[in-house]
């Protein structure tokens, strides 16, 4: 695969949804990932933290990755009911969500609380799934790029390289509601992010970095979304919870 084209990944963020009756979404994950679809994208499954160990347990073999949908900056402490990254490591997950759009809308959380929960999933030996995007009001504004580079710019570590960080491109407006960016409105961001990350990763590392796309993505527009220059897969919410309709995106790279 040329540099220019890092391996896709596709994530599934289920949010604040799953019992442990839903680890039978995961066996039928593991039971149609084939081995074309092994070669062509790298599937991870991020669902709430009472189902990571038990996730992480059931997919050894399976060559699906768990994650986690937050953690703590801190490695351990007086923090109440939250998880650190060193936690999480030791559960099974070998990725982990930082920044989304819930986390900063709903926790109020900063570029510099994301930078830090970023840094201790690199401390912990995760990769650091970052996300940036904006809001109606601004790109109604026209700040769309002005606000996803200055979100870059205070939420990646300085330590961040394509093995341990991954973007994702969510616009708030889109997640959840059915709507979509242009497939050209979509390149520009995630051109202006690559871009942007030449400065924050490196000239030498910047292109193998994966940049996701995230937001209403469905099997529907899967294929047109993920052939987009730039975008290297994509963080899917709602339709991460149907097997069918999960995989359905991850084989839009089947061609």
Same mark, same amino acid.
């Given at each position: 695969?040329?540099?220019d084209?890092?391996?896709?990944?596709?994530?599934?963020?289920?949010?604040?949804n799953?019992?442990?009756?839903?680890?039978?979404i995961?066996?039928?994950?593991?039971?149609?990932?084939?081995?074309?679809?092994?070669?062509?994208?790298?599937?991870?499954?991020?669902?709430?933290?009472?189902?990571?160990?038990?996730?992480?347990?059931?997919?050894?073999?399976?060559?699906?990755?768990?994650?986690?949908?937050?953690?703590h900056?801190? *490695?351990?402490?007086? @923090?109440?009911?939250?998880?650190? /990254?060193?936690?999480? $490591?030791? +559960?099974? !997950?070998t990725?982990?969500?930082?920044?989304?759009? *819930?986390?900063?809308? @709903?926790?109020?959380?900063?570029? /510099?609380?994301?930078? $830090?929960? +970023?840094? !201790?999933?690199?401390?912990?030996?995760?990769?650091?799934?970052?996300?940036?995007?904006?809001?109606?009001?601004?790109?109604?504004?026209g700040?769309?790029?002005?606000?996803?580079?200055?979100?870059?710019?205070?939420?990646?570590?300085?330590?961040?390289?394509?093995?341990?960080?991954?973007?994702?491109?969510e616009?708030?407006?889109?997640?959840?509601?059915?709507?979509?960016?242009?497939?050209?409105?979509?390149?520009?961001?995630?051109?202006?992010?690559?871009?942007?990350l030449?400065?924050?990763?490196?000239?030498?590392?910047?292109a193998?970095?994966?940049?996701?796309?995230?937001g209403?993505?469905?099997?529907?527009?899967?294929?047109?979304?993920?052939?987009?220059?730039?975008?290297?897969?994509a963080?899917?919410g709602?339709?991460?919870?149907?097997?069918?309709?999960f995989?359905?995106?991850?084989?839009?790279?089947?061609?």
């Amino acid at each position: 695969m040329s540099v220019d084209r890092p391996r896709p990944l596709v994530a599934g963020n289920w949010k604040m949804n799953g019992l442990k009756s839903s680890g039978e979404i995961l066996s039928a994950l593991q039971t149609s990932y084939t081995p074309g679809l092994k070669a062509k994208v790298e599937l991870v499954v991020c669902p709430p933290a009472t189902l990571v160990h038990s996730f992480a347990v059931a997919s050894v073999g399976s060559r699906i990755a768990i994650g986690a949908q937050d953690c703590h900056a801190k *490695e351990s402490g007086a @923090y109440t009911g939250d998880l650190s /990254a060193e936690m999480l $490591a030791d +559960a099974g !997950a070998t990725y982990v969500l930082a920044g989304h759009s *819930e986390r900063r809308q @709903y926790h109020k959380e900063k570029d /510099a609380d994301v930078c $830090a929960k +970023a840094m !201790a999933a690199h401390r912990a030996g995760l990769t650091a799934i970052v996300c940036v995007g904006e809001t109606r009001e601004e790109r109604e504004a026209g700040k769309t790029i002005a606000v996803v580079r200055k979100q870059l710019r205070g939420s990646i570590p300085v330590d961040s390289n394509s093995h341990n960080l991954v973007v994702a491109y969510e616009p708030v407006w889109a997640i959840g509601t059915g709507l979509t960016p242009t497939a050209a409105d979509v390149a520009e961001v995630h051109a202006a992010i690559r871009d942007e990350l030449k400065r924050l990763v490196g000239k030498a590392d910047h292109a193998k970095v994966r940049i996701l796309y995230g937001g209403s993505v469905k099997p529907s527009n899967a294929a047109e979304l993920m052939a987009v220059e730039n975008v290297n897969g994509a963080l899917v919410g709602g339709a991460s919870l149907v097997a069918a309709d999960f995989l359905a995106i991850a084989g839009a790279y089947l061609g």
